[in-house]
């Protein structure tokens, strides 16, 4: 376990807040990753909560909340950012409950007793966000590094379980027409 997500599940086992790993950290146990964050989603009914909790804990920074996202440090590895992500933002027609749900019963499995999402959850996340465009290029980096590429289709199921589907559909069109471009091509092909 990364020293980050030990200091992370450590608050957060403290406070007895359900979450799980998301993000780069959730990635870097299929392929290699630069990520030093933290990103954990947790439950649409515990997020005000939660932010509280971890607003009078000593051992964190309290930066900002702009939900479904707020930010603190973990001040013991030297600032490293704890994202908060409220899974409401993921869950298209359904409630965040449900999609947290969905994250701990079947887009996650457990490493060292922390969940981790799967990647193609990761994935889906990103391509939901403003920033789509920088995370689709961070997929495509992933499957360089050699995450599956059949995990898209996962993706797009999880679409369709949770009516983003329309939405996704151009996202995923770009990340395959930037897995289809000749240099990057090749680099799949040397594999």
Known sequence: MEPEVAAADAILRRHEIRYVVI???AIARTAATATHDVDV??????????????RRDAELT?????????????RSEGGVPLDIINASAFAGG??????????????SAPSDGVAYASPEVVWYTRLLTKRWKSYAEKIV???IDGVDVGRLRKVEEIARRFGTE??????????????????????????
């Open 62 to 74: 309290f930066d900002w909340d702009e939900n479904p996202l707020a930010r603190f440090r973990i």
């Open 94 to 107: 359904e409630t965040g409950e449900a999609f947290f749900r969905f994250l701990l019963e079947e887009g």
């Open 23 to 25: 993000g780069g950290q």
């Open 141 to 143: 980096t992933n499957v």
């Open 166 to 191: 329309a939405m996704l559909r151009e996202r995923l069109s770009y990340v395959r027409e930037e897995l289809a471009r000749p240099d990057v091509a090749s680099l799949l092909r040397r594999d």
């Open 41 to 54: 989603m947790v439950a649409t009914a515990d997020y005000s909560e939660t932010l509280s909790r971890l």
